[in-house]
């Protein structure tokens, strides 16, 4: 019987260890799941900034093209090529800010920390995805400028030359990072901080703060 009744005392005693672990791991979860809420709220907040600009600026891009139609087309074929490429571009830029603030809103941080590990590392590939668009239109913006003159009269041949090599500069650098920019390169610390650039380090940050989860568990 004295037996039995120990038996009896280790089991209540267990369950009681057992609610107190559970009730820890809770309070854990929802501290840690917080802490990388809030790492996300400078991207939220850029994104949203970004949409707010990129669509102001999507607008006057569209004036200009609209304008340079209906009134003058026979324009310089370079300044149609540039304005249309930069503008296509930034809708594309625009249109993927939209996509990684709902795909930010909708992470479950009450979830499991592995689905939670998987949205923000969908996210974060997305991210690199839309960094190699906008660098993308760098080039065209000298080139803009080039598209500026009448090569039918008298031009500045020196102001050409240097635009054009600005133009091949720039060009190098944004085909590199379009190349460069991809998830198995992403130990490369030329991308890593062109990616931390754009709230790449965020992003590093929520996924660190989960860590410390997984580790409690283990």
């Known amino acids: 019987m004295e037996e039995q009744s120990i038996q009896n005392l280790w089991k209540v005693q267990n369950s009681k260890i057992e609610q107190v672990i559970q009730l820890n791991t809770k309070i854990l979860k929802y501290q840690v799941s ?5 790492a996300l709220f400078g991207l939220k907040a850029e994104k949203v900034t970004g949409l707010v600009f990129g669509t102001i600026y999507i607008a006057i891009l569209a004036t200009i093209l ?6 003058q087309p026979f324009t310089n074929p370079l ?4 304005i249309g490429a930069i503008f296509l571009t930034n809708i594309k830029v625009v249109l993927d800010y939209a996509k990684h603030l709902v795909m930010a809103n909708q992470i479950d941080f009450s979830g499991p920390v ?3 590990q998987q949205e ?3 996210l974060k590939l997305n991210l690199i995805n839309n960094m190699r668009y906008w660098y993308f ?3 065209f913006y000298t080139l803009l400028q080039i598209g500026f003159i009448d090569f039918t009269g008298e031009f500045p041949m020196a102001w050409v030359v240097i635009q054009g090599c600005f133009t091949l500069l720039l060009a190098s650098i944004s085909g590199w990072i379009f190349i460069r920019m991809k998830p198995k390169n992403i130990a490369d610390k030329k991308v890593n901080w062109l990616i931390n650039l754009a709230s790449g380090k ?3 940050k929520a996924a660190k703060h989960l ?8």
């Open 34 to 38: 917080q802490r990388s809420r809030k």
């Open 114 to 116: 592995v689905s939670i």
């Open 79 to 82: 300044f149609m090529l540039s």
């Open 66 to 71: 609209s304008y340079t139609i209906k009134n």
């Open 211 to 218: 860590e410390e989860l997984k580790s409690y568990h283990l």
């Open 120 to 122: 923000l590392s969908n």
């Open 137 to 139: 239109q760098l080039p």
């Open 202 to 204: 965020q992003i590093d």
